[in-house]
């Protein structure tokens, strides 16, 4: 049940999709031709970096390759989330966002792997590494989600908080919906594709195993553990980053400290 | 209750060296921009100063908590905050803040009488004319019986007659449950009827005239 390898030159043949794409640019006079290089080179080139490291990794099992790699895949997935951060963040934020990322992911990680699939050595490369891209990559999104919802609307209902709390309400009070709207905006895409799943696409990993010679009837098992992990994993980390979020943007005296630089770019 | 204020800064807003408020109704006035709205603020402390000291019945503001304080002294904005929902539940969102018990419909109807508002309980809130809005606020500021109220161009939304029978009937509930109202207003004739004192800002200053 092996699956068939590709050689260069068939890979290479895929490429043509890239000179048909230049192509249809510069006729069209759309201009991208640059970008359309850069993102093929880039794609090419950190996927083959990440094959070599994940051989590496996978010849030599131990339980600190593995935890370097889960590492510099939440440093990046952090990375990230400040860059597309729509609204400039607090430190505070940047350090409570960084923290429920980490918590939020490790936990779902080692809880679904330790306890679910129950893999012996638990530090086994080929099932942790590929399981914590996929809840780190999905709790990223999410919470991104959530932060700039969040942010967004701290700006936009400035003056109905404030009204809230001239009429004695906490910050805690004052902040409820707005806490309750980044947790549903955060989990709904997640839960809208869980709709279409296995209607109207076949989900990556379960494709994945499945042309790695898997039964189809296992496949969906795994498929179907990782989307509630997932959902966990960004359940988890949301919960964290809101509850602990909406505080920074109060001071000791329970004021608004949304100030001017928190405008949008 | 006694609103002291002693050599007090905020931002280039304002700058007062001294000022006391002891009376049970002030009128503040002063152009736009002078640092009126700003003075509401830091009394309701949504805003901290910079720098000098703000008592009140001779105890520092910081040594007050702040919801139990902005729960006894109530700021009502000169735009009118109107929250998602119907005029009930605009109405009665402050009290269930504070945990107290909602007054029944009847109450609720005929302080909208009081304030010729001609709407339901289940109207959306929304819906109302600005002027109508600026009523709700008042409704539900005066519904938290609050000791002090800080207005901020209460009737700005409101035409001369609307206004002067608002602020009579506003009045009237303040003094029945005994609060103090302290109000910032553009109209020097509100201002001469209703305060017994009027406070004047000018470039962030404090200038009275006797």
Redesign the interface.
């Known amino acids: 049940m092996n699956i068939l390898d590709i050689s260069y030159f068939q890979l290479a043949l895929s490429f043509l999709f890239i000179i048909l794409l230049i192509l249809v640019s510069a006729i069209r006079k759309i201009g991208k031709q640059k970008l359309i290089i850069i993102a093929s080179l880039r794609m090419t080139v950190q996927l083959v970096a990440a094959g070599y490291l994940l051989t590496i990794v996978f010849e030599n099992p131990s339980w600190y390759l593995t935890a370097a790699t889960i590492m510099i895949m939440l440093f990046f997935a952090i990375i990230n989330i400040f860059k597309r951060s729509i609204n400039p963040i607090s430190n505070k934020l940047k350090i409570i966002v960084a923290g429920s990322l980490i918590l939020g992911s490790l936990f779902t990680v080692l809880f679904f792997i330790i306890i679910i699939v129950r893999v012996f050595p638990w530090y086994s490369p080929q099932y942790f590494i590929p399981i914590s891209g996929m809840i780190i990559g999905n709790s990223m999104t999410g919470i991104l989600l959530g932060l700039n919802k969040m942010s967004d609307d701290f700006i936009e209902k400035r003056d109905i908080i404030e009204n809230s709390l001239m009429l004695g309400a906490t910050a805690k009070q004052a902040t409820n919906d707005i806490v309750n709207k980044s947790i549903e905006t955060s989990l709904l895409p997640t839960l809208n594709s869980m709709l279409g799943m296995g209607i109207i696409s076949l989900p990556g990993m379960m494709t994945g195993q499945i042309l790695s010679g898997t039964l189809p009837t296992v496949a969906i098992k795994y498929q179907i553990g990782i989307m509630l992990a997932i959902l966990g994993a960004i359940t988890i980390t949301v919960i964290i980053f809101v509850l602990l979020g909406y505080k920074t943007y109060f001071n000791n005296r329970e004021q608004l400290v949304v100030e001017t630089k928190f405008k949008k770019n | 209750m006694k609103f002291s204020f002693n050599k007090i800064k905020y931002k280039h807003i304002l700058n007062i060296e001294r000022l006391e408020i002891n009376e049970n109704a002030v009128a503040i006035v002063g152009k736009s921009g002078c640092g009126k709205s700003t003075l509401l603020r830091i009394m309701?402390?949504?805003?901290?100063l910079d720098s000098g000291d703000y008592l009140i019945d001779d105890i520092n503001i910081?040594d007050y908590n702040?919801?139990s304080f902005?729960?006894i002294v109530?700021?009502?904005?000169q735009?009118p905050?109107i929250?998602f929902g119907s005029v009930k539940d605009n109405i009665v969102?402050?009290m269930l803040?504070?945990n107290k018990t909602t007054p029944d419909d009847k109450k609720i109807t005929d302080l909208l009488n009081a304030f010729n508002i001609n709407c339901t309980l289940e109207s959306s809130a929304k819906s109302l004319s600005l002027g109508e809005q600026q009523r709700i606020c008042m409704i539900?500021?005066l519904l938290?019986q609050s000791k002090v109220y800080l207005l901020d161009e209460p009737t700005s939304s409101l035409d001369k007659e609307t206004e002067d029978a608002a602020m009579t009937t506003f009045f009237d509930t303040a003094k029945s449950i005994g609060s103090q109202v302290i109000f910032v207003t553009h109209n020097p004739i509100i201002a001469e009827k209703y305060a017994e004192r009027i406070i004047t800002v000018e470039g962030g200053m404090v200038c009275e005239y006797p």
């Open positions: 309701a402390n949504i805003i901290s910081n702040a919801v902005r729960r109530t700021l009502m904005n735009k905050i929250y969102i402050g803040y504070q539900r500021s938290l």
